[in-house]
């Protein structure tokens, strides 16, 4: 650019302005009617928004442990094990496994997460962990293969 006069080149931002304002722009693109045109409008509610989705990952981090925990703990019941006791059982046996993988067997696997009951069962049965109740035959997880069909 030439500028004619010193007033105009103090005047002028040069090509940063223009990037910076379109970047704004670019995630303000979805908003409606001003905020979406008018820069000073834009720019708050996207720094807003910005703010907002920083706390939701780290907002969704903490469902998701909830989440795997109330499946554990879920599947868990369902045998007749306090949910303290099988992760007690599993961690004397040496099993590392962490709560979603846990939860993952739970869903999906239901007799590899039995098989891993019935190891913290024996854990604790053989280190005198406080008391676990037997499993109900109400309480089983029926699938094609255990129903009798005639």
Avoid at 8 to 23: A, T, Y
Avoid at 98 to 126: C, G, T
Wanted: hydrophobic letters at 45%; a positive charge; aromatic letters at 10%.
């Amino acid at each position: 650019m030439v500028f004619l006069s010193l007033t105009q080149l103090v005047r002028s931002r040069g090509p940063d302005e223009f990037w910076r304002k379109r970047r704004i722009f670019k995630m303000a693109a979805h908003y409606r009617n001003r905020p979406r045109n008018v820069y000073s409008l834009a720019v708050r509610i996207v720094h807003r928004a910005l703010a907002y989705a920083t706390k939701g990952r780290k907002l969704k981090k903490l469902d998701m442990a909830a989440l795997w925990t109330t499946r554990v703990e879920a599947g868990c019941q369902q045998y007749g094990v306090p949910l303290e006791a099988f992760k007690e059982g599993l961690a004397r046996s040496d099993i590392m496994l962490n709560k979603k993988m846990l939860s993952d067997l739970a869903i999906w696997e239901p007799r590899s997460f039995e098989a891993l009951v019935k190891i913290s069962r024996e854990r604790a049965a053989v280190e005198g962990l406080p008391d676990i109740k037997q499993r109900s035959a109400f309480n089983q997880v029926y699938g094609l293969s255990n129903l009798k069909l005639d």
